[in-house]
């Protein structure tokens, strides 16, 4: 394992452990909102100091930018680690077992490594790259479908902005139109996770931020998959949109996105 993968996985572990101790008390704490639909707790907070806490432990001159903190600035550029400490918060906040820590390092603007972790159901999604993607140790790749009929697909409603909802809808009837089916789970991290295990066959969301996707889309990479935006642009990484599949997957599901 690449050093700085197991430094990233130590954190996710450490964080995974608040979460944990948090669910089973979580009605013990008050939620805060952060705008439209969009909550944070003490929780969320105490996780991502913690992750960064134990990051810099070992790597004190590394740029960061979280979900909570945002942006810290470190001497060496070069590195930046992208953080979100409970990628599923509203999950949590209701008790739905079905959220995860997503921990992501870019080397000179490139994603290198990447973590997934559910504490949950103790499920480890890391990737490196040039190296593949593993879930527990053990090699996962992307699922490689011949069209959408064959498919189950993952996806997100426009929560923050519902005034939306009627352009997505529209996508939305078409794709569900042609595909096996569609879930929705809560949580861009682990969908991508799963779209990298062949657990989901694709994924498409609108109005996200490169935290949201950052360790799940070089999981994705690294597993067989393809990542774009809803144009097929291959960098979305800050562009607030996010299609996840092979190539056939992807073709079928920007047809009716862009």
């Given at each position: 394992?690449?050093?700085?993968?197991?430094?990233?996985?130590?954190?996710?572990?450490?964080?995974?452990?608040?979460?944990?101790?948090?669910?089973?008390?979580?009605?013990?704490?008050?939620?805060?909102?952060?705008?439209?639909?969009?909550?944070?707790?003490?929780?969320?907070?105490?996780?991502?100091?913690?992750?960064?806490?134990?990051?810099q432990q070992?790597?004190?001159?590394?740029?960061?930018?979280?979900?909570?903190?945002?942006?810290?600035?470190?001497?060496?550029?070069?590195?930046?680690?992208?953080?979100?400490?409970?990628?599923?918060?509203?999950?949590?906040?209701?008790?739905?077992?079905?959220?995860?820590?997503?921990?992501?390092?870019?080397?000179?603007?490139?994603?290198?490594?990447?973590?997934v972790f559910?504490?949950?159901?103790?499920?480890?999604?890391?990737?490196?790259?040039?190296?593949?993607?593993?879930?527990?140790?053990?090699?996962?790749?992307?699922?490689?479908?011949?069209?959408?009929?064959?498919?189950?697909?993952?996806?997100?409603?426009?929560?923050?902005?519902?005034?939306?909802?009627?352009?997505?809808?529209?996508?939305?009837?078409?794709?569900?139109?042609?595909?096996?089916d569609i879930?929705?789970?809560?949580?861009?991290?682990?969908?991508?996770?799963?779209?990298?295990?062949?657990?989901?066959?694709?994924?498409?969301?609108?109005?996200?931020?490169?935290?949201?996707?950052?360790?799940?889309?070089?999981?994705?990479?690294?597993?067989?998959?393809?990542?774009?935006?809803?144009?097929?642009?291959?960098?979305?990484?800050?562009?607030?949109?996010?299609?996840?599949?092979?190539?056939?997957?992807?073709?079928?599901?920007?047809?009716?996105?862009?």
């Amino acid at each position: 394992m690449h050093p700085m993968l197991n430094i990233a996985v130590r954190a996710a572990r450490v964080a995974g452990t608040i979460i944990v101790r948090g669910f089973e008390k979580r009605d013990d704490f008050k939620k805060e909102s952060k705008g439209a639909n969009d909550y944070v707790t003490q929780i969320d907070k105490e996780a991502e100091q913690a992750i960064i806490h134990k990051i810099q432990q070992s790597y004190p001159d590394h740029c960061f930018l979280g979900e909570e903190s945002g942006e810290t600035a470190g001497k060496d550029t070069d590195f930046q680690w992208i953080i979100d400490p409970l990628d599923g918060t509203t999950n949590f906040v209701k008790g739905i077992p079905h959220f995860a820590v997503s921990i992501a390092l870019l080397h000179k603007g490139r994603l290198d490594q990447a973590v997934v972790f559910d504490p949950i159901r103790g499920e480890l999604f890391t990737a490196s790259r040039g190296q593949g993607a593993q879930l527990n140790g053990y090699r996962i790749r992307a699922t490689k479908p011949r069209d959408l009929s064959e498919t189950i697909l993952a996806t997100a409603l426009p929560f923050k902005n519902k005034g939306q909802f009627g352009e997505y809808a529209l996508s939305l009837n078409k794709i569900f139109h042609e595909c096996g089916d569609i879930r929705r789970g809560g949580s861009a991290a682990l969908d991508l996770a799963y779209v990298a295990a062949g657990r989901h066959d694709g994924y498409w969301e609108r109005g996200i931020k490169a935290w949201d996707i950052a360790a799940g889309e070089l999981l994705v990479r690294e597993s067989g998959g393809l990542v774009t935006d809803f144009k097929g642009g291959n960098d979305p990484l800050y562009k607030g949109e996010i299609v996840a599949g092979s190539v056939k997957v992807i073709q079928g599901l920007v047809k009716h996105l862009k």
